[in-house]
């Protein structure tokens, strides 16, 4: 079942509140039943001392753009989402504007999940190729 923007804005804030997504500015911009989209910009927060943006903070946001992807297939009442595998290929840098990361599955399991997650810049280019493995797992009470 596909949620309302307003459920899925709402959701992705809750989340974020006192996290990495909150100090790294992380948004949500758009989603479908085969993809998700967050944003994150450009700063000196989120630089290398040399000036471009750190390929950590890329990965941060590939990883949160995977992991909340998974987190809609399920009922989270009963099952939690974990990163256990992430790589990265990081083509091109980036000064200023935004990175966006589109997460699409390549695998949809019940137990593992498996992501391409592309991060381009504000004219569409290529700055990092990720992929992600999450795992599903049971909540304990």
């Known amino acids: 079942m596909q949620l309302s923007r307003e459920v899925m804005l709402e959701k992705f804030s809750d989340m974020a509140k006192n996290t990495l997504l909150e100090t790294l500015q992380i948004e949500l911009v758009d989603f479908g039943d085969d993809f998700l989209i967050l944003k994150m910009p450009v700063t000196s927060k989120v630089h290398q001392p040399d000036g471009v943006l750190h390929g950590g903070a890329t990965v941060a946001l590939a990883e949160t753009t995977g992991s909340f992807a ?43 999940q498996l992501f391409e997650i592309k991060v ?6 290529l700055i990092s190729l990720c992929k992600l493995t999450t795992i599903s797992l049971p909540r304990t009470k």
Not at 120 to 125: A, E, L, P, Y
Request: aromatic residues 8%; without cysteine.
């Open 120 to 125: 381009t810049d504000d004219s569409d280019n």
């Open 70 to 112: 998974a987190e809609l297939l399920l009922d989270t009442k009963q099952f939690f989402v974990r990163g256990i595998e992430i790589s990265a290929n990081h083509v091109k840098s980036v000064r200023t504007g935004n990175v966006f990361a589109k997460a699409t599955f390549i695998h949809k399991g019940r137990t593992t």
